[in-house]
């Protein structure tokens, strides 16, 4: 069947909700065009449908579609930014890498190779994953096109530093800690936020300070509010080239049950995006949003407030973008 699209500023946007039906044919993100039906996208869309690295309960690997399929309900105008994203920017679904699901060292040189590859025009990165594993070889992209170590705000319910699990170095709870070793963050401005949940012991916290990292717990979103930490974390990251990674366990399980590590006493949706949309202006060069297994899910909880999120990233990289082509 014929697509039919909003088309604005130059711009091919979404399937036409009015015309046709939100809940009709194959599934793009935000029913966005695919990447070869929009090449010049400046913000590219990406699903990594990995979770060969998961700790406890496996899934991961059909969030990148979950989220998709959630998507369905996103409309062009985001009023909490006073923005059009896909009219300010042409932002396109880049499909799923193919990463090895068996050998997570080849998965992870193919997901470094594929990032690297499709930001060689200079374009920005939302990645759906997938498990936490794959943050570290998008690390390693973003910080190689940044040309130096970016700052990063890692979004969690889990500080994601431990060293290794039955010895093995690449997992979804380690790659941080290999990041921090490969030089690849700058460890001035990297901070933790929504953190809780009981650790190993406290040398986990004293191993994770050492590396650098600031953390804002999950009570200490409650206890200080949204404002205070966007401030707080705002000073601390500067105009650093900023990463942001989004685990969808940084939220309570009664937002986001559908994930592989939930820990209880989690943020709201509400305090993420808030804080997520107090990070316009800064200079984000790239996104992941991870941990969604819709096994777990129930009535699209998890997909839907992942779905949100993304959009709100990807709001932040079209304001960057347009603000940025302004000013040259
Ligand atoms: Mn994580």
């Not at 409650?222 to 707080?232: P, S």
């Amino acid at each position: 069947m014929e697509e039919i699209r909003v088309e604005a500023n130059g711009k091919i946007g979404p399937i036409d909700s009015s015309k046709i039906p939100r809940f009709a044919g194959p599934a793009t993100y935000a029913r966005l065009p695919r990447l070869d039906q929009a090449p010049e996208a400046g913000i590219k869309v990406v699903g990594v449908p990995f979770d060969a690295g998961v700790s406890y309960r496996p899934g991961a690997r059909f969030g990148s579609n979950h989220v998709r399929e959630s998507s369905r309900l996103l409309r062009p105008y985001n009023p909490a930014m006073d923005l059009s994203p896909f009219e300010e920017v042409q932002v396109a679904d880049a499909g799923d890498m193919a990463v090895n699901p068996f050998n997570i060292n080849d998965a992870i040189e193919t997901i470094q190779q594929n990032a690297l590859d499709l930001t060689a025009d200079g374009s920005t990165l939302m990645t759906i994953g997938g498990d936490h594993t794959i943050a570290l070889p998008l690390l390693r992209a973003a910080s190689e096109r940044a040309g130096e170590p970016v700052a990063m705000l890692h979004f969690d319910a889990h500080l994601d530093t431990w060293d290794t699990y039955f010895g093995a170095e690449y997992t979804h709870g380690t790659p941080f800690r290999r990041a921090v070793e490969e030089g690849i963050l700058d460890t001035e401005a990297i901070s933790h936020v929504g953190t809780r949940g009981p650790l190993y012991g406290k040398k986990d916290l004293e191993d994770d300070k050492r590396f650098g990292f600031g953390i804002v717990t999950s009570s200490d979103v409650y206890y200080q509010g949204v404002r205070e930490i966007v401030d707080k974390l705002r000073d601390r990251i500067g105009n650093r080239p900023l990463y942001i990674s989004v685990d969808i366990d940084v939220l309570d399980p009664a937002h986001a049950p559908g994930t592989g590590t939930p820990e209880a006493g989690g943020i709201t949706s509400r305090e993420l995006l808030e804080i997520l949309r107090g990070m316009r202006g800064m200079n984000l060069v790239g996104a992941d949003l991870v941990e969604v297994s819709p096994a777990y899910d129930h009535a699209e909880m998890t997909g839907i407030a992942a779905s949100h999120v993304a959009y709100d990233l990807v709001s932040l990289m079209a304001d960057k973008r347009t603000t940025e082509q302004k000013d040259s």
